[in-house]
């Protein structure tokens, strides 16, 4: 520990917790996870850029279907490649005391796989199919079928595809979301 | 950083009106004019509602004149964003984002406040970071006077509340444990855990109740002394009853069955309602105890007094309201969402889709299987209304059919509930005539034994054989057997007390006729579901609805076996007891019978726990093993568990329904359920982790959690109604207890009640007089009526704007749609323009060709 807590100055750890949803404590310990992920580079750089691949073997990363994803959305290169602040990024918006709205947010990128704003028919298949997974197969008439209850319960202007507001809402009345979109440090 | 926010700058100069804020769709946004002229149909991007959202950086300066009326962040943030959206100027939004301090002169308190927004941006840290740099160096106005020291005070108050979710954090029980689970299980079991942990807080927090107001002054505070039995003439006296079972149950010495039986020296423990005084501690009625109404009228000599039997039965209500609004709390939250969708299953598919990762799932075995979970779960719903669409057109005969089949297993099922109820009372019957004799002297014998009982477990195997061979003889002989058995039992107990002696298989016999009934139903409660499992799948029911009635079921087993005890408890104790007599000697009635129910509440919550120990270390454990490493069929078939939730929910609540049930006449039972709580977590963890695979049913977090409450509501409900009858009805024993010589326990807090100012008391009477209570109700259903019309006007309201919406989107839509046509004409004109100009340059060119050639 005592190592870590020299590689940040008292003032860059005021910064992140200001800036986080996390406390000094917490942050060093996520900085510790993210140096378990390279030792000997982060060791050498606190701040050292991961490839997408190295971020991914984060244990809740690796499993989730949507990972590359959100490496994407919270990486400041936009390629997936996340350096610590990042990471903390990441972990602050996935933490408990994170209010509801900025975890809509975030997922609302994450959904968002053509980044064009709205989440479209295109954009809700590729969910549904991460979230089925790829052993498993819904035919197409499925998740056509699913698609369209899908946005019977929330398109409310009627124009095919959710949009922010949509979304916000949707996540509003879900009771769900907030135990699911979570992980634990 | 920096380069990309210039280069953005850059950006928004040269085409003015169009803001790219989006650093994260730079590559994939058709931001450029030129673009759009490429493509009309992107013109929706332009759409203030897509703008803004993603223009974040500029969010904080423009905050500056809104935020001024409400401090609070919450609403700051959303009128933020309402603002953000509806601004659809882009110039002034792009002015103010430009550095401008000039006009920025705000106080410190709100830079500190922005500085702590910056957080809910979703941004990358360097731009945060740049944004609060920018923030602290802005110049700002110093707060002066009372502002400046309410800002301090915001300060300090916002460190100390950190602080204190931090040491929150750190002390939170099971951190580690529920993270493991929730990796491998999801958050649906999860939601289990936290609410045994809930639990056990809830008991811990009776027990304090309990002790602090009942249990500590009983020990701190001075008894006062009565007077001996010997100088009272009358032998029924509350005093000479109670000396008289003092003295019975005395001269006992320490033994290990006394501590799981609750008899012996631990009946003269605190443990059990029998030994509190009834007492008012701080006066001393010596001269006049002879009678308990005197006693009561020579209250007032003493200034301070603390009335234990009343804080006795204060303590009881108040722990069962603690413990009602614990859980209509915990529960509220559910309900209330669900109220005011009122369309039931509103957002079923968006809830599933968005909702339904676990994104704190950290084992690619459990992904799998969440995974498959979800797969079903999506094919579940899409079936579920090809399967209602198929239900309306089942022919005829099947349904008729069906019914019949539903009815008689419905029947079915009230048989087994009916047999197992009677089950249970006879064998209650057989343990209470073998032990009826043996209660007066149950304590004696053991002392003899208590080096030959060295441990509960060495014991319990004993049991095990014994139980075989009695089982068989009472299963087969008829009652007049049994009445004899139990009568010669009775008769060799006599005699063995007579001679002081008695064999280890005596002492085991007693024992095990002890806890018959106890085992009897952990047993039936294991084996009964099984049966109930099996027949619900002829019933044909819809996935969930199996899931519910089964729940249903066994929640009704469980509950029935319960009733037969209490009514049992109850036929022993209702006789009335004559006046000349402390307790019924013939009718078996014991003679402390709070302490004697006590007892059995005791027995039943450790003879519960034991089995869930025993069932998961000894049965489900081997099994599991069983599953891992023999790889054929037929042992999986036998090993392999889920982690059913409703099951273990319900043996969880059990207990606590147990606990409720008997802390009245076990004042310590709440501790000690906090106790097995404690411990039942590990246990549970084990069953969880270790001897189940994650389960194919998907469980989600707010579901359960409903289920659970509304579960444990019930058990509530019915925990309350016999004690309240207890309470109220039936006449406590003389020889014990804080109530000893009332005629019901109730009647303290109503002597209590009239020692009140007249005052006091009008103001209650007069709530039970027709005066009150008729405009009382009138007013009532007024206000049913208006929240009535206020809701369903409200309901109209949501169904309007819903159209509303709609009808804006298409408008929208038709808008986009002859924008994007309007500019496809636009160019069509400028590149018909353009060609005209072209051809009218060659034209001329030709013509200026032509007259040159013509000149030449």
């Known amino acids: ?185 | 950083m920096s380069g990309g926010k210039d280069k953005k700058n850059r950006v928004n100069k040269a085409h003015g009106w169009e803001e790219a804020g989006g650093e994260f769709y730079q590559e994939s946004y058709p931001a450029d004019w030129e673009g759009l002229q490429r493509d009309p149909a992107a013109i929706a991007t332009l759409l203030p509602s897509k703008q803004n959202r993603a223009a974040t950086t500029r969010r904080a300066r423009s905050t500056h004149q809104d935020t001024k009326g409400s401090r609070r962040q919450q609403t700051a943030t959303r009128r933020r964003n309402s603002t953000a959206r509806r601004g659809s100027q882009y110039h002034e939004v792009q002015v103010a984002m430009l550095p401008d301090l000039s006009q920025d002169l705000t106080d410190e308190e709100r830079i500190w406040e922005e500085i702590h927004e910056i957080k809910t941006m979703p941004v990358s840290m360097a731009q945060k970071k740049e944004m609060k740099a920018q923030l602290q160096n802005a110049t700002k106005l110093r707060l002066q006077g009372l502002d400046q020291i309410k800002w301090q005070r915001r300060k300090v108050w916002h460190q100390v509340v950190a602080k204190w979710a931090e040491v929150l954090t750190k002390m939170e029980l099971w951190r580690n444990s529920l993270k493991e689970i929730e990796g491998n299980f999801g958050t649906g079991v999860v939601a289990y855990f936290l609410f045994l942990r809930w639990l056990m807080f809830l008991n811990l927090a009776i027990f304090v109740l309990i002790l602090s107001f009942v249990v500590i002054p009983h020990v701190v505070l001075q008894e006062p002394m009565d007077k001996p039995c010997d100088a009272i003439s009358e032998s029924n006296s509350t005093q000479c009853c109670t000396e008289d079972y003092f003295n019975r149950t005395s001269s006992e010495k320490f033994s290990i069955l006394d501590i799981i039986q609750g008899t012996g020296f631990m009946e003269k423990t605190l443990m059990f309602y029998g030994m509190y005084t009834n007492k008012i501690f701080g006066h001393y009625p010596y001269e006049n105890a002879s009678s308990v109404s005197s006693s009561h009228s020579s209250l007032y000599r003493a200034e301070l007094y603390y009335d234990l039997p009343l804080a006795y039965i204060s303590i009881t209500a108040v722990y069962f309201l603690v413990s009602l609004a614990a859980i209509v709390k915990a529960a509220s939250r559910e309900f209330k969402d669900r109220l005011v969708d009122g369309e039931g299953q509103f957002y079923q598919y968006c809830n599933l889709i968005f909702g339904g990762w676990d994104f704190c799932i950290h084992n690619e075995k459990s992904a799998d299987i969440k995974h498959k979970a979800l797969y079903n779960e999506i094919r579940g719903l899409l079936h579920s209304k090809r399967l209602e669409y198929e239900r309306h057109n089942r022919s005829r005969d099947f349904m008729f059919k069906l019914i019949v089949i539903r009815f008689l297993i419905n029947i079915l099922v009230l048989i087994i509930l009916a047999i197992s109820a009677v089950v249970i009372y006879i064998l209650f019957e057989i343990s209470l005539r073998h032990l009826e004799p043996n209660y007066k002297h149950s304590h004696s014998p053991y002392k003899l034994f208590q080096s030959t009982s060295t441990g509960t477990l060495a014991s319990f195997n004993a049991y095990g054989t014994i139980n075989s061979n009695l089982t068989s003889s009472t299963s087969s002989s008829g009652e007049q057997i049994d009445e004899e058995l139990a009568n010669n039992d009775s008769l060799i107990l006599r005699s063995a007390q007579n001679d002081g002696m008695l064999t280890l298989e005596m002492q085991l016999q007693n024992l095990f006729h002890e806890f018959l009934p106890y085992i009897a139903i952990v047993c039936l409660n294991v084996v009964v579901p099984i049966v109930f499992n099996y027949l619900v799948e002829f019933e044909q029911y819809s996935p969930m609805f199996v899931i519910k009635i089964s729940l249903l079921r066994t929640i009704f087993l469980r509950l029935s076996s319960l009733a037969v005890l209490l009514s049992r408890f109850y036929f022993l104790i209702i006789p009335e007891v004559v006046d000349d007599e402390c307790y019924r000697k013939n009718s078996g009635t014991p003679q402390c019978w709070e302490t004697f129910v006590g007892q059995q509440f005791y027995k039943l919550v450790i003879t519960d726990f034991v089995t869930h120990i025993f069932v998961t270390f000894f049965v489900n454990f081997p099994r599991s093993l069983f599953a891992k490493h023999i790889r054929s069929k037929f042992a999986r078939f036998v090993g392999e568990q889920e982690f059913e939730l409703s099951k273990h929910v319900l043996d969880v609540v059990y207990s606590q329904t147990l606990c409720w049930l008997g802390s009245f006449y076990a004042p310590f039972l709440p501790a000690i359920s906090t106790v097995l709580t404690f411990f039942m977590f590990y246990i549970k963890k084990f069953a969880c982790l270790v001897n189940s695979k994650p389960s194919s049913i998907l469980y989600r977090a707010s579901r359960s959690n409903s289920l659970f409450m509304l579960i444990l509501l019930i058990s509530f409900a019915i925990a309350v109604i016999p004690v309240v009858y207890a309470v109220a009805e039936i006449m406590p024993s003389r020889s014990c207890g804080p109530f000893r010589g009332l005629r019901s326990v109730w009647d303290a807090a109503i002597t209590a009640f009239m020692k009140m100012p007249q005052f006091f008391q009008n103001i209650i009477f007069f709530f039970g007089t027709a005066g009150f209570a008729i405009p009382a109700f009138v007013v009532l259903t007024l206000f049913l009526y208006y929240y009535y019309a206020v809701s369903d006007a409200n309901k109209h309201m949501v169904q309007v704007l819903k159209n509303q919406l709609v009808l804006e989107g298409h408008d929208k839509q038709f808008l986009l749609n002859r924008l994007s046509s309007f500019i496809k004409q636009q160019q069509e004109y400028q590149k018909k323009m353009v060609q005209y100009e072209r051809d009218r340059e060659q034209k001329n060119a030709r013509d200026r060709n032509r007259t040159a050639a013509d000149e030449e």
């Open chain 1, 1 to 185: 520990m005592g190592q870590t807590k020299s590689q940040f100055s008292e003032e860059e750890l005021q910064d992140y917790e200001d800036l986080t949803f996390f406390t000094k404590k917490e942050i060093l310990f996520a900085h510790k996870k993210f140096k378990q992920l390279a030792p000997e580079k982060v060791g050498h750089n606190k701040n050292a850029k991961l490839s997408m691949n190295k971020i991914l073997q984060y244990p809740e990363l690796r499993v989730n279907p949507f990972g590359d994803r959100i490496c994407k959305v919270f990486s400041s290169s936009n390629d997936g490649d996340c350096t610590f602040e990042d990471f903390l990024d990441m972990m602050s918006v996935f933490s408990d005391a994170c209010p509801k709205a900025v975890k809509a947010e975030h997922a609302f990128r994450i959904f968002d796989f053509d980044g064009d704003d709205m989440l479209g028919i295109n954009d809700l298949k590729q969910v549904i199919e991460r979230l089925v997974g790829p052993d498993n197969c819904v035919s197409d008439n499925d998740i056509k079928q699913l698609i369209q209850n899908i946005l019977a319960e929330a398109d409310l202007d009627d124009d095919g595809a959710l949009s922010f507001p949509e979304f916000e809402h949707i996540i509003d009345k879900s009771s769900d979301f907030n135990n699911s979109f979570r992980i634990r440090l």
